[in-house]
Structure formats: structure tokens, C-alpha cells
């Protein structure tokens, strides 16, 4: 009997170790990104394997439908699209703000004239394994879907000086590194609505 109890406490041991490292699972910079997959507004399932398929990079952005500060890059993001069309670059969008429905950003997508894959994320599982915080915030992933650069567009709301994206993306398409210095900044938007996944989370 003292044995029998003994392996189940071990089983549930493991168990809550095994769901512990699920939890708190974040891709690093210079990492590979795991695939994963999500459905758009029309309830099409993408994985990031397949978008990321002969791509020379990957932007993955946490984009909002309720941001006035993620509206003000919606301009932007349409012509960071345009110039890196013909460099084989995918754009894709992530909403995980848990109030912002598939309607939301259907209606916003086609809006602001965003013609590439803006993804729901439910429970903000992705958002939580990208530690993704705000709208907008980007995460940019190279051929080998290797975590490269993430934080802000540019450094200004209005008006910016530096092109943070812009100048990690040429560098990435040129295969050459980014400067250590320059693999992070600061992400500057609405934080997003997570799901309350305990009694105690107590993330805006």
C-alpha cells in the first residue's frame, strides 16, 4: 500500500513538473520559434511552418483592434508589407487580447487594408510563449525561423528617427548578424488583455 502511494505521489510529482515547464515555456532570442497554429477570421487554420516556408523572414505582430497606439502604425505596417514584398518576407498578425473578437479583427484587418494573416490567439497561449506584453510589438524570425530581433517598429510614435524593424530586417535578408545591442528594444503600446488563467494571475 505504502508503495502504491508512493508511485502516485511520484506520478503527480512529475505531472505538475511536466505542466510547471509548459507553463513558463518562452522561445529566447536566437532560438528557434516552435511551430504552432491558429485559425484567422474565417476560421482558416495557419501553422508557422508552412508561413515561413521558403520565406527569407518571418514578422510576427501582436497587433490590437482597441489600441489608438497600435491604429497609429496600422499606416506603417501596410508599408513595411509593400516594401518587402518582392524580398519574400511574411507578415503576420496576432491578436490575443481576450475581449477583441474574430469579427473585431476581420472588420479591422480589412479597415486598415492588412492583406496578410491576422491570426486569434485564444487564452494567449502564443503571446505568453513569445512573452509578447504589448500592441504593437514585433518579433522577427529568420529563414531558419530563429528568433532574431523583437520589441518596437521605430522609436517614435510620431514621426520616428529610428527603424528599428526596417534596419533588423535588411540585415536579416542580407544574412548577416544583428548587432548585439540591437536584437531588443523596448516596445512602446497597449498591454495586452490576457485570459486569467488563476485566482492570483493578476496580468492586466
Known amino acids: 500500500m505504502k508503495k502504491f502511494v508512493l508511485i502516485s505521489a511520484l506520478i503527480v510529482v512529475t505531472a505538475l513538473s511536466v505542466s510547471s515547464k509548459d507553463a513558463q515555456e518562452r522561445v529566447k532570442l536566437d532560438a528557434v520559434v516552435k511551430d504552432f497554429?491558429?485559425?484567422?477570421?474565417?476560421?482558416k487554420s495557419h501553422a508557422l511552418k508552412q508561413l515561413s516556408e521558403k520565406k527569407t523572414a518571418v514578422v510576427v505582430l501582436f497587433l490590437a483592434t482597441q489600441c489608438p497606439i497600435a491604429t497609429d502604425y496600422a499606416e506603417r505596417i501596410v508599408a513595411l508589407v509593400e516594401a518587402y514584398?518582392?524580398?519574400?518576407?511574411?507578415?503576420?498578425?496576432?491578436n490575443s487580447?481576450?475581449?477583441?473578437?474574430?469579427?473585431?479583427?476581420?472588420?479591422?484587418?480589412?479597415?486598415?487594408?492588412?492583406?496578410?494573416?491576422?491570426?486569434?490567439d485564444p487564452g494567449n497561449k502564443i503571446a505568453d510563449y513569445f512573452a509578447a506584453r504589448r500592441t504593437p510589438e514585433v518579433f522577427l524570425l529568420d529563414k531558419e525561423r530563429v528568433l532574431r530581433y523583437r520589441g518596437a517598429i521605430d522609436d517614435k510614435r510620431d514621426t520616428p528617427t529610428k527603424h528599428y524593424l526596417r534596419t533588423a530586417l535588411d540585415l536579416v535578408i542580407a544574412a548577416q548578424e544583428i548587432p548585439e545591442k540591437s536584437k531588443k528594444t523596448r516596445a512602446v503600446g497597449c498591454t495586452i488583455k490576457r485570459v486569467r488563467k488563476t485566482s492570483v494571475d493578476r496580468t492586466p
Open 37 to 43: 497554429r491558429l485559425k484567422d477570421t474565417e476560421g
Open 85 to 94: 514584398a518582392e524580398k519574400d518576407v511574411q507578415f503576420v498578425g496576432i
Open 97 to 120: 487580447n481576450r475581449q477583441e473578437t474574430v469579427e473585431d479583427i476581420a472588420e479591422y484587418s480589412e479597415k486598415h487594408g492588412f492583406e496578410f494573416p491576422v491570426l486569434k
